[in-house]
C-alpha cells in the first residue's frame, strides 16, 4: 500500500524558516518524480514544486529562490526546505507521488505568524 | 487567480447528469493531458481522471473526462450524495514549466 507521511510543519516567524520531511512506502520511490503541493484554508490547490526520479528540481514562481526540494532515495524521503516565509506561504502542504500525480499524503500544516 | 479557470460552483440532484468545465491556454491544457482530482474537505485531493479521460483503477464509470482545443471537462452522471465534493483540474504548463491547477468547483448535491 502505497503511503506518504509529512512532518515538520508547526508555527513559524515571518522571515524563518522550516523544513518538511516526507516518509515514502509501499512503492519503489526512486522511480519516482514527488510534488509539495499546497492549500490555504478554504483556497484551491496550488502547485509548490516537484524533483524527477534523476534529481531535476521545477518551481512555482511564487516560491523560486525560497524554497529548496530535495530527496534521498536511501531513506525514500522527499524534503522541503522553506526560508525567507511569508503570511502568504501559511497553509497544508502535501507530499505527492508521480506523474501524473496519484497518491497524496495527508498533509502537515505550516502556519507563518508573529 | 488560477491559470486554470474553472466555475467555483455546481449542483445537481440524485441521479442527475453534471458536468464541470477547465479553461486554460496553448501553453497548458492547449499542449498537455489534463487531470483531475476530488477533494472532500478536511480530507487529502484523491485521483480521478488522468491523461484526460482515463479513469485508475477504483474510480467509477460514472466519472468522465473530455478535452477539446485548450479547455477541458469533466462529467459526473448518476450523480450521488457522496460525490459532494470540490473537484479541480490539473495540467503541465510549458510557459510557467510547472504544473498548474484550476480554482476548484464545489460540486453540491441537492
Known amino acids: 500500500e502505497v503511503q506518504l507521511v509529512e512532518s515538520g510543519g508547526g508555527l513559524v516567524q515571518p522571515g524563518g524558516s522550516l523544513r518538511l520531511s516526507c516518509a515514502a512506502s509501499g512503492f519503489t520511490f526512486s522511480t519516482y518524480d514527488m510534488h509539495w503541493v499546497r492549500q490555504a484554508t478554504g483556497k484551491g490547490l496550488e502547485w509548490v514544486s516537484a524533483?524527477?526520479?534523476?534529481?531535476?528540481?521545477y518551481y512555482s514562481g511564487s516560491v523560486k529562490g525560497r524554497f529548496t526540494i530535495s530527496r534521498e532515495n536511501a531513506k525514500k524521503s522527499l524534503y522541503l526546505q522553506m526560508n525567507s516565509l511569508r503570511a502568504g506561504d501559511t497553509a497544508v502542504y502535501y507530499c505527492?507521488?508521480?506523474?501524473?500525480?496519484?497518491?497524496w499524503g495527508q498533509g502537515t500544516l505550516v502556519t507563518v505568524s508573529s | 487567480q488560477s491559470v486554470l479557470t474553472q466555475p467555483p460552483s455546481a449542483s445537481g440532484t440524485p441521479g442527475q447528469r453534471v458536468t464541470i468545465s477547465c479553461s486554460g491556454s496553448?501553453?497548458?491544457?492547449?499542449?498537455?493531458?489534463v487531470n483531475w482530482y476530488q477533494q472532500v474537505p478536511g480530507t487529502a485531493p484523491k485521483f480521478l481522471i488522468y491523461?484526460?479521460?482515463q479513469r485508475p483503477s477504483g474510480v467509477p464509470d460514472r466519472f468522465s473526462g473530455s478535452k477539446s482545443g485548450t479547455s477541458a471537462s469533466l462529467a459526473i452522471s448518476g450523480l450521488q450524495s457522496e460525490d459532494e465534493a470540490d473537484y479541480y483540474c490539473a495540467a503541465w504548463d510549458d510557459s510557467l514549466n510547472g504544473w498548474v491547477f484550476g480554482g476548484g468547483t464545489k460540486l453540491t448535491v441537492l
Open positions: 491523461s484526460n479521460n
Open positions: 524533483i524527477g526520479s534523476a534529481g531535476d528540481t
Open positions: 505527492a507521488r508521480g506523474i501524473p500525480i496519484d497518491y
Open positions: 496553448r501553453s497548458n491544457i492547449g499542449s498537455n493531458i
